[in-house]
């Protein structure tokens, strides 16, 4: 488990169903995502995805709890996704974060992003790191520059536009 003073990210638990499928069923949510609200299958998939990158690499997304509330209000993390998109992106840990609507513009997703950027460093030792992001999705572009991405490429995935980005080893 990773403490900030407003959040505690740990790893995702089978208990974290419902919670991931309100956030990830809400149209807001998912508008830059995907664009689709996700079915309570297709959530339990996204856990099980998460759940699965741990079990094999040893690290995935983390659950974002907020410490006042005691709820799940978003996950952020790396993982690897191999999303097809070739070899300047696939093999490399991809960051993400992705938080509730009524927990957006708080923060707290650079304040993840940045803790689960340190405990990574920390465990597997500085490496390049990418995450793709929508090029009309301001607000995330604002996140991943505060971590240290910057954009190295487009791509299509899942047939709309992509800026791929890069956080560099050292």
């Given at each position: 488990?990773?403490?900030?003073?407003?959040?505690?990210?740990?790893?995702?638990?089978?208990?974290?169903?419902?919670?991931?499928?309100?956030?990830?069923?809400?149209?807001?949510?998912?508008?830059?995502?995907?664009?689709?609200?996700?079915?309570?299958e297709?959530?339990?998939?996204?856990?099980?995805?998460?759940a699965g990158n741990w079990a094999l690499l040893g690290y995935g997304f983390f659950?974002?709890?907020?410490?006042?509330?005691g709820r799940l209000v978003g996950e952020a993390g790396l993982m690897q996704a191999h999303r097809g998109l070739g070899t300047s992106f696939d093999p490399f840990p991809e960051a993400g974060w992705v938080l509730s609507r009524d927990m957006q513009g708080r923060g707290?997703?650079?304040?993840?992003?940045l803790v689960a950027h340190d405990w990574f460093e920390?465990?597997?030792g500085h490496q390049r790191t990418v995450?793709?992001?929508?090029?009309?999705?301001?607000?995330?572009?604002?996140?991943?520059?505060?971590?240290?991405?910057?954009?190295?490429?487009?791509?299509?995935?899942?047939?709309s536009p992509v800026t791929m980005l890069e956080r560099r080893a050292g």
């Open positions: 488990m990773i403490e900030t003073e407003r959040l505690l990210l740990r790893r995702p638990s089978r208990g974290d169903l419902d919670a991931i499928h309100r956030m990830r069923s809400d149209p807001a949510v998912v508008r830059f995502i995907g664009g689709k609200p996700l079915s309570r297709e959530a339990w998939q996204r856990l099980t995805r998460s659950a974002v709890i907020e410490r006042a509330s707290y997703a650079t304040e993840a992003g920390r465990s597997f995450c793709i992001i929508a090029p009309e999705n301001a607000a995330s572009l604002r996140v991943a520059a505060k971590l240290g991405y910057t954009p190295f490429g487009s791509a299509c995935y899942h047939d």
